[in-house]
């Protein structure tokens, strides 16, 4: 059974204080890692796909890195508009019974104080 | 603008009753999800369509059922067989079923049970 387990549960930053946020996975041939950013009372809000061990994407402050057991997304310089809840999630392969299932870790509430 | 509307935002039930979730999406995707939101745990897959007049259950499909008789519709009905349905719900589409492609999803539909 595919397993996420993303750390910590929450953290808080002072403003410009960069970090970064784990997502431990297993899973059985993966065929895509996504990140989404979730604000209160909202749908989450996709970032970044990545497929392959050694790829890294970036988007402003946020850069997001793979490898064969865990992604990274890096935090720089942070601002109080980037908390919220991170999400990552891992993709099964597609074919026969099954579609290309995600499966989402609990993700990681990211608090940015000014 | 392209996207994907939940209705209503919020809805309150009567234990007993049977609710229907809206998803409508003009992004001309081919698949589309339900999901469920518990505080401090991933998101659930509830059902899942690839394809318009085919539905397949996930992993917690009990006390929900879903219909896709149009591809921009997908809607969700909770039933009184659903033990604890207050949760926030999410509906998601993605162009194709099939791995490499990204999730997107609606603004979510709380619903409280009275």
């Known amino acids: 059974e595919d397993q996420v387990t993303q750390s910590p549960e929450a953290l808080r930053l002072q403003e410009g204080e960069s970090s970064s946020l784990n997502c431990s996975y297993t899973v059985s041939g993966l065929r895509g890692l996504f990140w989404y950013r979730q604000d209160p009372g909202k749908g989450p809000e996709f970032l970044f796909t990545l497929y392959s061990a050694g790829e890294e994407k970036e988007k402003e402050r946020l850069k997001a890195t793979l490898t064969k057991k865990e992604s990274f997304l890096h935090i720089t310089a942070p601002k109080p508009e980037d908390s919220a809840t991170y999400l990552c999630a891992v993709q099964a392969p597609a074919g026969g019974t099954s579609y290309g299932k995600l499966t989402f870790g609990q993700g990681t509430i990211l608090t940015v104080h000014p | 603008d392209g996207g994907i509307t939940q209705s209503p935002k919020y809805l309150f039930r009567k234990e007993g009753q049977n609710v229907t979730l809206s998803c409508e999406q003009n992004?001309?995707?081919?698949?589309m999800y339900w999901y469920r939101q518990d505080p401090g745990q991933g998101l659930r897959l509830i059902y899942y369509s690839q394809i318009v007049n085919d539905f397949q259950k996930g992993d917690i499909a009990e006390g929900y059922s879903v219909s896709r008789e149009k591809k921009e519709s997908f809607p969700l009905t909770v039933t009184s067989a659903q033990k604890n349905p207050t949760a926030f719900y999410l509906c998601a589409s993605s162009e194709t079923p099939a791995a490499y492609n990204e999730q997107f999803f609606g603004p979510g539909t709380r619903l409280t049970v009275l």
């Open positions: 992004l001309n995707h081919d698949a």
